[in-house]
Structure formats: structure tokens, C-alpha cells
């Protein structure tokens, strides 16, 4: 019969923790990929809104509208600077997710391979003691009397 792997809660445990830090990860980077396209989104408005701005500036504004229009992109601005920070917090949040995952999955591995030499360990020595059974059955005497 075989031993039960001594380390399997540790093991289980360990597979456990390894799953909860993919979802996490996951997590991270979807929330790093919604942060950087927020920034795109506000960097592309802004474009347009300056491009409009220049196109109303060229057909003459009045004072009133082009401190409006000025006023309104610093806004702008003020928004992608404040999203570029959202995003740089946002990848330093994924790439400690990534090390944190890279070294639970390390110390899953290593639990893994020692369950994996246990299993070997185990096949290994029951194979042995079948074998040894074997030998043992095939050299009693044959007690139906017919010698061969």
C-alpha cells in the first residue's frame, strides 16, 4: 500500500495560494490595460478638442471664447497627468502582481517535484514488493503433485 505524500497539505495549500495570485494578476492587469485606455482616450480628446481650437482660431474668436478654450485644455492636461500617474501606479501594482505570482508558482514547483518524487518513490517500491511476491509464488512447490 502505498504512503500518503506527507507535504500534501502544503502542497494543496501552496496550489491554492498559486491560483488566487493568477486571479490577482488578472485582475492587475486588466485594471493596468482600463487605466492606459482611459489615458488614450483623454490624450485622443484632447487632440481633437486643440484641433478644434485651432480650426475656431483661424476663423477669428473673441477673447471670452479663446481663454475658455485655453482654460478648458490646462483641464485636459491636468486629467492626462493625473491618468498617466493612475497608469505608472498601475504597472508597478501589475509587475509586483508578477513577482508575487513568479514566486508562488516557484514554491509550488519545488512542493511539486517533491510530490512527484514521492510518487516515483512509492511506484518504485511497490513494483518491488509485487516482484518480490512473484518470485516468492513461483518458486513454492507445486503441492498438486505434478513436478515438472
Do not use: C
Not at 478644434?52 to 482660431?57: I, L, T, V, Y
Not at 516557484?106 to 517535484?113: E, V
Amino acid at each position: 500500500m502505498t504512503k500518503p505524500f506527507t507535504l500534501q497539505p502544503l502542497l494543496d495549500l501552496m496550489q491554492t495560494r498559486t491560483d488566487e495570485a493568477t486571479r490577482r494578476l488578472g485582475r492587475l492587469i486588466a485594471e493596468e490595460r482600463s487605466a492606459h485606455s482611459r489615458l488614450e482616450l483623454l490624450e485622443q480628446y484632447r487632440e481633437e478638442y486643440n484641433q478644434r481650437f485651432r480650426e475656431s482660431s483661424q476663423s477669428g474668436m473673441t477673447p471670452l471664447a479663446w481663454r475658455n478654450f485655453q482654460d478648458f485644455i490646462g483641464r485636459i492636461d491636468e486629467a492626462i497627468e493625473q491618468q498617466r500617474q493612475v497608469v505608472a501606479h498601475s504597472q508597478r501594482n501589475t509587475a509586483a502582481g508578477q513577482a508575487h505570482w513568479q514566486a508562488q508558482n516557484t514554491r509550488l514547483k519545488a512542493i511539486d517535484t517533491l510530490s512527484d518524487r514521492h510518487q516515483a518513490s512509492e511506484r518504485y517500491r511497490e513494483d518491488k514488493l509485487e516482484q518480490k511476491q512473484q518470485d516468492e509464488f513461483a518458486a513454492r512447490p507445486n503441492k498438486q503433485g505434478f513436478e515438472p
